[in-house]
């Protein structure tokens, strides 16, 4: 069967976005019987089964890197060096990359060895670049770098997107053949995210008092990053909006980084007693935690990322508070509940409407797992995403690797 070589430029695992993404494709494909390397940052966690090589570490730099930074250049420079020497040794059929950077490593790679290669593309990389403040719109340095993620757009094999929104902006935007571009949506696992049942009562009860929830309380969730571009900000200023219409709310902030500076502004806006930073949340706790939530909320501004936080609320039953966006409302259709964009008293309106009619919120939640189930599963995905192997590559038998073993050979002679 199929090797695939994942090169992912990032600290592969950490608990969020984009990660989830690589393990559950890692984790299906393996299910189906191929084998899987993941190519990745020298920080990260590791997890059980999984074929995880790292790059040597950067002395001069030992936070995780979330979003754009100068230092990823020598990462991914390192990055590049170990994704070489593991595909001369592993002589993949497929090279599946990760985000821009991934696939700039990989095209160089796919023409070294004549694999095919994917590119798993979440999103603009200089809307990201834009989003974290990285680069400025319209500067010598935006230009430049739009200007690369054109090339790069063009190149792959096959692009894979996140979602109807990605697959619209690279055609439209970036002039991509409708033909290259295969949409391979972010799944969940329904079994493990879940409604809560009376059952898990104990457990949550026991939840609720590890992290100081009253039991009278209806709780707000959210995971994910904290940052502006995820709308951090906005979320505090809402639920201080909440808070001085309802008492019995409160709200649980799941996530990283940057936990004290946001725990200082929700102080200031006098949301103690009122709000729990639980920091990183371990992938595998986060279903139970949910679980505690009466309702979530979705305040992402980025208009070109996907939000695989939405699909976890959605087979947990959640009723889903989210801005108004393309993206937002591929995933929660007609069943979710929107606020404008950006603004945070409609946000605080929006999560106030469901505490006033927890019956209608309920409702929504109960129809959102269904919608989820039908259009979201990874055993779905995971066979589209092995035709497209197929289609790439052939038999195992009859692919690219024997390119690769060529290689192989005049490397070590």
């Known amino acids: 069967m199929y090797r695939i070589l994942m090169i992912a430029p990032t600290s592969f695992f950490a ?85 821009h950077e991934g696939a700039l490593i990989g095209l160089a790679l796919s023409r070294l060895t004549r694999a095919p290669m994917v590119f798993d593309f979440q999103g603009s990389m200089t809307s990201e670049m834009l989003d974290h403040r990285f680069i400025q719109q319209g500067s010598l340095t935006y230009r430049f770098w739009h200007w690369l993620e054109q090339q790069i757009n063009h190149r792959p094999n096959v692009i894979l997107t996140s979602s109807q929104h990605a697959t619209t902006l690279l055609q439209n935007e970036f002039g991509v053949s409708k033909e290259r571009v295969q949409p391979l949506p972010d799944c969940v696992n329904i079994d493990v995210f879940r409604p809560r049942r009376p059952e898990d009562e104990p457990e949550l009860a026991a939840l609720k008092a590890k992290w100081d929830i009253p039991p009278d309380r209806t709780v707000v969730i959210y995971v994910g990053l904290l940052a502006p571009y995820q709308g951090t900000h906005l979320l505090l200023q809402a639920a201080h909006t909440v808070l001085r219409v309802r008492q019995d709310a409160h709200f649980m902030v799941m996530g990283f980084p940057g936990v004290d500076s946001y725990r200082a502004q929700a102080s200031a806006l006098g949301l103690d007693g009122h709000i729990t930073f639980t920091g990183c949340m371990p992938y595998e ?66 999560i106030l409407q469901f505490m006033a009619a927890p019956d209608h919120g309920r409702l929504l939640g109960q129809r959102l797992r269904p919608r989820v189930a039908q259009r979201f599963s990874w055993d779905d995905t995971g066979q589209r995403l092995l035709s497209i192997y197929q289609r790439l590559a052939g038999s195992p038998a009859q692919t690219a690797a024997t390119h690769t073993e060529e290689l192989y050979q005049q490397h070590v002679h």
């Not at 230092?71 to 059929?93: G, N, V």
């Not at 947990?316 to 591929?330: I, M, Q």
């Open 15 to 99: 608990d969020y976005g984009c990660h989830v993404r690589i393990l559950e494709e890692a984790r299906i494909l393996q299910k189906l019987g191929l084998g899987v390397k993941i190519v990745t940052y020298y920080k990260g966690r590791n997890l059980p089964n999984l074929d995880i090589e790292r790059t040597p570490p950067v002395p001069w730099r030992t936070e995780y890197e979330v979003g754009s930074s100068r230092h990823k250049i020598a990462f991914d420079a390192l990055l590049a060096w170990q994704s070489l020497r593991a595909a001369l040794r592993y002589r993949p059929h497929i090279i599946h990359a990760h985000l």
């Open 285 to 350: 706790d986060l279903p139970a935690h949910l679980r505690l939530g009466d309702i979530a909320v979705a305040p992402k501004i980025s208009a070109t990322e996907s939000s695989g936080k939405l699909l976890n609320y959605m087979a947990c039953a959640l009723p889903t508070v989210a801005f108004d966006t393309a993206v937002n409302r591929e995933y929660l259709g007609e069943y979710g509940i929107y606020a404008r964009t950006g603004d945070p008293e409609a946000l605080a309106a929006a």
